[in-house]
């Protein structure tokens, strides 16, 4: 495959990845993680690890995240890919309302690499108070996921 036909066929894929944890269609979402995913979150709220490993622990962590959330809109504003073609640098916000109605905005930044076609390391930056203030504190984040 061309350089370019990689990229593009990368940029697809990452994309497509957002547009379905927007749409909740999970099970084509979770198509997406390489089975040796690893998700981190270095900043994150207290309750949460900062790391979960394979993709089980990742499908499961993102059936909570996503069934807490009765609509889930994400704004990418900047994509960048690294100089390696398959390393993705993403700013965005997030437009979400909870179950219970209090909405969730935090604003991002992900880092993405993909192997085989699939998401081998997703890195999550965001404002932990945000989390803790829509979801609740420590014990009930733990309670959560």
């Given at each position: 495959m061309l350089e370019t036909d990689q990229k593009s066929a990368n940029m697809t894929i990452v994309e497509r990845f957002?547009?379905?944890l927007e749409q909740n269609k999970l099970d084509e979402f979770h198509q997406l993680w390489h089975d040796d995913v690893v998700f981190e979150m270095?900043?994150?709220?207290p309750g949460l690890k900062e790391?979960?490993?394979g993709k089980p622990s990742v499908v499961r962590f993102f059936n909570i995240f996503r069934n807490?959330?009765?609509?889930?809109?994400?704004?990418?504003?900047?994509?960048?890919e690294n100089h390696r073609l398959n390393?993705?640098?993403i700013e965005g916000t997030s437009d979400c309302l909870?179950?219970?109605g209090k909405p969730y905005r935090n604003r991002y930044v992900w880092a993405i690499e993909?192997?085989?076609d699939k998401v081998k390391l997703f890195r999550e930056y965001s404002n932990p108070l945000?989390?803790?203030?829509?979801?609740?504190?420590?014990?009930?984040?733990e309670k959560i996921f």
């Open positions: 957002f547009d379905l270095p900043y994150t709220a790391r979960y490993v807490s959330l009765d609509k889930a809109l994400f704004n990418l504003i900047t994509i960048q390393h993705f640098i909870t179950n219970d993909l192997k085989e945000i989390i803790q203030a829509v979801f609740g504190g420590e014990t009930a984040l």
